[in-house]
């Protein structure tokens, strides 16, 4: 078992006790009691010891599933709860692992599950021992053995629908790897009576119906049988068909599980001959016909069925029939023939029929077994399984019973036997004190009946074979007379005179108290059974047979081995087989299961109480617990019982060091169990009382509470620290995390600006070293350049002459030069004429001129201007001078200004000096005359003109009489304020005087003249030129007002009509207005 593997017990979760022994108090109540509990929550199996109580659930559970077999499969027996396959395992392993031969016996009454508990066993023995096709057929042998036996040996019963009617042992045979290699079978005791004859309910064995029912049409013509049970005497009719049982189907299944066992098809044939036989023998009826001597004789009445039969097994039908009249009796060398009357033939027949069947079924068994038997002769390991009738008490209970608990009282001894040797031996083992063990000894009752002095069966066999009339009676009188002191006898009239007076015990009975509980016995039959005879010519016409299986099944027929001998009693045989079992038992390890049946009603989870105590008292189970009891009710090797009860003690829990048995001690000792209540063997510690063991359980029970609340605990706390743990840790890792993220990129931030602030130190340093660099190597390039200058000087200097590149400028100067000759050449040529007006200009011959050639333009029209200018003389100087002033004046202001242009302003045009008619003039005229010309004076009151001489001088101006030279009016310049004029192309003019001067009385002058321009030039230039008064200022206006003496006069110009020509009219049109029409322009 693995370290890790839970170590489970029997005491876990226990429904009642798991094991009787551990009841407490113990009683039959109790027993039963705890029984029922476990019965009702389908706990069919409970232990006392290692013996295994087992109680018919009547339905299926699902505990015998594969899971199952494993759950058991290597575990110790009070490792789990109770159950047919610890038991298995438990004796499995024994044989195959310490080599001891086991024997599973099987007990209970009829229905209560010993045929099924067998099966299980051999099941659970068959999944868990070695695989291989050899071992699987073997196995498969092994296990179709049953159905074939099942078939021929069981029967519907009243108890029991498949009950099994012959006491079965089969001795199952290992190698030494526990692998099987056959098996052997022994039968005892079958129930043949049943052949002939079935209680009420009942019916005859399984093959009879299978047959019918299964068989081919052509199988059964051959059998010459039909399918019809009614057809049949032997066969009873009242349940020939049972519920749940298909006998068809099964049929299939015993000829299928022939042939798996090695039945050969003949074999199978002549098995199945016998059968219908046996059907047919029962159907043969007698008639009695009267003799002469006064006997009657019987008679076959049909000799149809007869016929028939002969014609199945091969006899000659007059040997039969001839066998069922008469007998022949062998005395003393003498053969005595005698009739048989019908009651004889008839108990002929039958005894010929169940002699039949019984003797096939032996040879079945044997047949089975030549099959199964090992094939090797190596020694082998033992494993045998008894499958028997459990005690019997009926109410009538007769010589079969008797047997029966015969055997079962065997049983019960060497259980005993065995129990207490193997209790001794674990003592001696242990090192344990043997205590004597008080029990009752069923001894003296096998004694009883199997001494072979007075024992009863002794005294029956010698009844059955002394001469003489023998009778049931007789066979009681000699019981009375032999055992009537014996303890466990009881019977009516013995000279024992205490059951004088009971009246429960018939006159014809004996009571026989056995280890179970007492039980009655009717002498009937006792004899005839015993004896169980068979005619001899019967056995003789059997062995006649032209039949081989039926001639060996007869072999007493053969007349050549007459035997005068009695054939054994059934009785003795039955002793002998008993004796050779229980010695083949007793040299095997027991294993006992003891089946119950919980019901007469073959009803699930149903519970009668009277019925299990009855059968718990017969199948001695209280005195199984008492023995177990005894001495030690509980132990266990020092190691589990330690793991199971090491918490109850501070020292041992959770580890013992030291060894298991120290542990122990150490542990019963702080519990303060008292001493007598244990012993210490080698390996085991026995403990003498359940009590003892249950205050252990309960203890374990609270302590496992408070462990359990332990753990539970502790594995909270276990699993929130880990959980906090991880928590803590995750956390650990996410902040480490998390900083170490923050700190990167702090890092690279500072890292970044560190770089930044580095790279500009750097750039600024570089930089700094570059500029310094950069001006050291200019300096160094200056030196240098400077130096190739200076070099480059001094060589060009010095080689200038001989270069040609000095050729390029050269010519480039010379082009120049050349290109600036010949430009100033051809302009020379083409230079514009010397007027000023003139505005022509040659045409740039070069760009780059351009500059130049405007520059040179202007100043040489500067210098013509100059050359124009530097050739005029004083006077026509002043004559232009007077010319710009006038231009000044009047240019674009008066239309007549443009015709003024061209004439020369000659001022004096009268040449006065040298007109002697203007002599008186040149008095007044004593300064120098600037102008002298004649002009109209217009006539204030019409606007007609008159001529005038008009004269100018510095000083003053005079008008004159054209013809006379007087001088009219001589008025001096300052007096003067303006001139108007018009715009027009007229000669009007009118000079404005100063108000308040003397002048002014006269009035304004209107005048006009043609050379008006002039005039008014000259005497505004007059007016300029002295620096004591204020130029006179000329007005042009169309309309102006002009003062006649103390009137104002409005001077208009108007345009005239075409009418008019070119003349220059002046109207005075009113008082105040003075109209002056000029030509168009
Ligand atoms: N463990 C079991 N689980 C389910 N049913 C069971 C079990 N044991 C017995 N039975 C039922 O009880 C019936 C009788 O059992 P079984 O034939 O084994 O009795 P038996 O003790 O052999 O009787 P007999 O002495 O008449 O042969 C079975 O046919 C089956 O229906
Ligand atoms: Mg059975």
Wanted: hydrophobic share 35%; aromatic share 10%; with cysteine.
């Amino acid at each position: 078992m693995s370290k890790m593997e839970v170590k489970t017990s029997l005491l876990d979760n226990m429904i009642g006790v798991g094991d009787m022994v551990l009841l407490e108090p113990l009683s039959e109540e109790t027993f039963i009691d705890n029984l029922q509990k476990r019965f009702s929550h389908n706990e069919i199996y409970t232990y006392i010891g290692s013996v295994v109580i087992s109680m018919n659930p009547y339905r299926s559970l699902p505990i015998y599933t594969a899971d199952k077999v494993e759950e058991y499969r290597n575990r110790n027996f009070y490792e789990l709860s109770p159950h047919i396959y610890a038991l298995s395992d438990e004796a499995y392993r024994s044989l195959r692992d310490q080599d001891k031969d086991q024997c599973i016996l099987i007990t209970g009454e009829s229905g209560a599950g010993k045929t099924e508990a067998s099966k299980l066993v051999m099941s659970y023995v068959a999944a868990v021992c070695g695989k291989g096709h050899e071992v699987n057929k073997v196995k498969e042998q092994l296990l179709q053995s049953n159905p074939v036996l099942e078939a021929f040996g069981n029967a519907k019963t009243v108890r029991n629908d498949n009950s099994s009617r012959f006491g079965k042992y089969m001795d199952i045979e290992f190698d030494f790897k526990g692998d099987p290699l056959g098996g052997v079978i022994s039968n005892y005791l079958l129930e043949k009576s049943r052949v002939v004859k079935q209680p009420r309910g009942e019916r005859n064995f399984h093959i009879f119906y299978q047959l019918l029912s299964g068989a081919s049409e052509d199988m059964l013509k051959k059998l010459k049988l039909g399918r019809d049970f009614s057809k049949y005497n032997y066969l009873s009719l009242d349940s020939a068909t049972v519920n749940g049982l298909d006998d068809a189907a099964n049929f299939r299944t015993v000829r299928n599980a022939m042939q798996i066992v090695g039945f050969l098809e003949d074999e199978v044939q002549s098995v199945l001959e016998l059968v219908a036989a046996v059907l047919k023998l029962g159907n043969i009826e007698f008639k009695p016909e009267s003799r002469a001597n006064g006997f009657d004789e019987s008679r076959v009445k049909d000799k149809n069925d007869l016929k028939e039969m002969c014609e199945l097994l091969g006899i000659e039908q007059l040997v039969l029939e001839r066998a069922f009249s008469f007998r022949t009796v062998e005395a003393k060398m003498e053969k005595v023939s005698t009739t048989l009357n019908v009651a004889q033939a008839y108990y002929a027949r039958d005894a010929l029929a169940k002699n039949l069947y019984s003797r096939m079924f032996s040879w079945l068994v044997n047949r089975i077994n030549e099959s199964i038997k090992a094939k090797t002769k190596a020694r082998k390991k033992v494993m045998g399984v008894l499958d028997i009738y459990g005690f019997e008490i009926f109410e009538d209970n007769s010589f079969e019973q008797f047997i029966i608990n015969y055997c079962n009282e065997k049983l019960q001894q060497i259980f005993i036997e065995l129990t207490l040797r193997e209790e001794q031996e674990e003592y001696v083992r242990e090192g344990i004190e043997w205590t004597n063990i008080e029990y009752f000894n069923n001894a003296i009752i096998c004694e009883l009946i199997e001494n072979n002095q007075n024992g009863i069966l002794a005294m029956l066999d010698e009844e059955c074979l002394r001469p003489g009339t023998v009778t049931d009676e007789t066979f009681l009188d000699k019981l009375n007379t032999v055992c009537a002191e014996h303890q466990h006898f009881e019977s009516r009239l013995s000279k024992n005179s205490k059951f004088l007076t009971d009246h429960s015990l018939p006159h014809n009975c004996f009571r026989i108290q056995h280890y179970a509980g007492k039980v009655l016995y009717q002498v009937e039959g006792f004899v005839d059974k015993n004896n169980d005879l068979l005619y001899r010519d019967l056995s003789q016409a059997m062995y006649k047979a032209n039949h081989s299986l039926m001639k060996l099944l007869f072999p007493e027929g053969n007349p050549a081995k007459v035997n005068l001998k009695r054939p054994p009693t059934a009785g003795f045989q039955f002793k002998a087989s008993v004796g050779t079992l229980m010695r083949n038992l007793q040299t095997k390890n027991p294993n006992y299961i003891r089946c119950i049946k919980p019901n007469d009603k073959k009803a699930a989870q149903v519970f009668s109480e009277s019925l299990v105590s009855h059968q718990v008292r017969y199948l001695g189970l209280m005195e199984n617990v008492r023995v177990r009891r005894a001495g030690y009710a509980f132990r266990q090797a020092y190691e589990p019982c330690l793991e199971r009860y090491k918490m109850l003690c501070k020292q041992t829990w959770p580890h013992w060091k030291d060894l298991a048995r120290k542990g122990v001690e150490v542990l019963l000792k702080d519990l303060k169990v008292p001493e007598e209540e244990f012993s210490y063997g080698r390996s085991k510690i026995f403990i003498r009382n359940p009590r003892t063991l249950f205050f252990l359980e309960e203890r374990r029970r609270q302590c496992l509470e408070d462990l359990a609340t332990l753990i539970q605990k502790i594995y909270r706390g276990w699993k929130r620290r880990t959980h906090f743990l991880l928590l803590k840790k995750s956390q650990v890792v996410v902040a480490a995390w998390y900083r170490r993220y923050a700190q990167q990129q702090k890092y690279q931030k500072i890292k970044s600006s560190t770089i930044v602030v580095q790279s500009f130190i750097r750039g600024w340093k570089a930089r700094k070293i570059l500029r310094e660099l950069k001006y050291q190597k200019r300096c160094k390039e200056a030196v240098t350049t400077i130096a190739a200058y200076w070099h480059g000087m001094q060589v060009r200097r010095e080689y200038r002459k001989f270069f040609r590149a000095n050729a390029g400028k050269k010519i480039y100067d010379f082009t120049i030069q050349k290109i600036m000759q010949k430009y100033f050449f051809d302009l020379k040529n083409t230079m514009p004429s010397m007027s000023p007006i003139d505005k022509s200009w040659p045409a740039r011959p070069f760009l780059f001129l351009e500059g130049t050639h405007q520059q040179l333009r202007s100043i040489f029209h500067l210098w013509r201007c100059k050359q124009y200018r530097d050739q005029f003389t004083e006077e026509k100087k002043a004559i232009y001078e007077e010319k710009l002033e006038a231009s000044k004046l009047f240019k674009d202001k008066k239309a007549l200004y443009p015709s003024s242009v061209g004439q020369p302003f000659k001022g004096d045009y009268l040449d006065i000096n040298k007109n002697p008619k203007y002599q008186k003039l040149n008095i007044v005229m004593d300064e120098k005359l600037l102008l002298a010309d004649v002009i109209n004076k217009v006539n204030r009151a019409n606007g007609k003109g008159a001529s005038r001489i008009f004269l100018l001088t510095k000083k003053n101006f005079v008008l004159a009489d054209q013809k006379t030279g007087q001088v009219k009016a001589s008025i001096p310049l300052p007096d003067l304020s303006s001139v108007s004029v018009s715009s027009h192309n007229d000669g009007f003019f009118a000079l404005k005087l100063k108000q308040g001067t003397a002048s002014a009385a006269k009035g304004d002058f209107l005048l006009s003249s043609d050379r008006l321009i002039e005039i008014i030039t000259k005497l505004h230039r007059t007016g300029a030129a002295s620096s004591d008064r204020e130029p006179l200022s000329v007005d042009i206006s169309d309309e102006f007002l002009v003062q006649f003496k103390q009137d104002k006069v409005c001077v208009k110009f108007v345009q005239g009509g075409p009418k008019n020509g070119n003349s220059v009219t002046c109207k005075r049109k009113n008082n105040r207005l003075l109209e002056v029409s000029v030509p168009p322009p």
